[in-house]
């Protein structure tokens, strides 16, 4: 089955009226509920880890936004809804003609990898929510299950640059002795 297919397919859920509030919620919205958790932990964990591992995902989130955004200018993939007839658009068209990577799911998983590197539980529950801002960019139409798996890894990989980044900051600043 390719992947226009799998889209076909997935999208069957949204003809009920459920499945489509879901998918556009999913798709458009909880994202910001990713942020919000991160702004929360950045300012209130009681634990020094998470708070330091969330600071560390809001400075990733932008840098997995910019590379995604740079990635999705070298590739030139065209979207799915543009591609195939038979995939319907259920959001205003995207900003960006091309689809890949994924910059939505790019910026949800440098936040849910920076609070699963702070707490497991939290962290878990946020990767959760990452995988179903992906979801939803494909049920809606505007990406392919590969443009979810590039974005996740685009997002993991600039948190791993930051967390580095700043290892290696905090060795200039603060030499063994």
Not at 159 to 168: A, C, D, G, N, T
């Amino acid at each position: 089955m390719t992947e226009l297919g799998i889209i076909e397919l997935l999208q069957t859920v949204t003809q009920h009226p459920i499945g489509r509030v879901l998918a556009i919620f999913a798709a458009r919205w909880l994202i910001f509920v990713l942020g919000a958790l991160v702004i929360f932990f950045t300012f209130r964990s009681a634990s020094y880890l998470l708070k330091h591992a969330a600071r560390e995902a809001a400075w990733a989130t932008p840098l997995a936004i910019i590379a995604s955004l740079l990635l999705d200018r070298v590739f030139e993939r065209t979207r799915p809804f543009v591609a195939s007839a038979n995939i319907h658009l259920l959001v205003p068209t995207p900003l960006s003609q091309f689809s890949f990577p994924s910059t939505h799911t790019a910026a949800a998983f440098a936040m849910a990898i920076g609070l699963l590197s702070g707490n497991t539980r939290i962290g878990l529950w946020a990767v959760v929510l990452a995988l179903l801002v992906g979801l939803g960019r494909v049920l809606v139409g505007v990406h392919y299950p590969t443009d979810i798996l590039a974005g996740a890894v685009v997002g993991a990989l600039a948190f791993s640059f930051v967390r580095y980044l700043h290892y290696v900051l905090r060795r200039m600043t603060n030499p063994l002795p």
